[in-house]
């Protein structure tokens, strides 16, 4: 596995566990003193090819992943206000990353994002990138990076999500989330000499 110093990862054991929420009020609080830079992975099993895995329309990106992944930075966009990649910006990243890949690429992808983000602290802030912070979305991510923290939010449900399965004895912390509170709050975690921690 790769080492992914000052990355902050959080996945989620089930749906609707709050991850986005919980990441975006790490990153309005982080962002009023240094840079942020933030990324959403979307998984995509391959050969699923039609549909979505979470019911319904979905959002076209299974439909359309044609290659193994594809990474796009995030541009601020009313029209898609709601999106988990928007509401990164809004709160306050610098930039952000959406990685889109197969599972069977999922080593590729996570390899490519990592120099894309490194890329990107070194333009942020050239004479020390190691200050501009990394907030991650993905469960799936940490099989292929070791971040300094990999917080595994938990909601009401008692299903865990197979992606979960895979990295729960790879977790920092198990974090529950009920009813709009955190069993830890976004505003213990801390950012400091290009490193994050629990205070």
Request: include cysteine; hydrophobic fraction near 50%; glycine fraction near 8%.
């Amino acid at each position: 596995m790769e080492s992914a110093p000052g990355m902050l990862l959080i996945g989620a054991a089930d749906r609707n566990a709050g991850k986005t929420t919980f990441a975006c009020q790490v990153i309005e609080r982080v962002a009023r003193a240094r840079a942020v830079v933030a990324a959403k992975v979307t998984t995509v099993q391959a050969g699923q090819g039609h549909g979505c895995p979470r019911g319904g329309e979905g959002c076209g990106v299974c439909r359309s992943l044609e290659v193994p992944y594809v990474i796009e930075r995030e541009v601020a966009d009313a029209a898609l206000a709601g999106k988990d990649s928007q509401r990164m910006l809004a709160a306050g990243a610098a930039a952000v990353l959406w990685l889109k890949v197969r599972t069977d690429a999922a080593q590729a992808g996570a390899q490519a994002l990592w120099t894309r983000v490194t890329a990107l602290r070194q333009a942020l802030a050239p004479a020390s990138p190691d200050e501009v912070a990394v907030v991650c979305e993905s469960n799936r991510l940490r099989l292929a990076l070791t971040p300094d923290l990999f917080l595994l939010l938990r909601g009401e449900s008692e299903a865990v999500k197979a992606s979960a399965a895979e990295v729960w004895p790879l977790k920092s912390a198990l974090v529950w989330h009920r009813e709009g509170c955190y069993s830890l709050e976004p505003g213990a975690l801390r950012f400091d000499a290009g490193k994050w921690f629990v205070a």
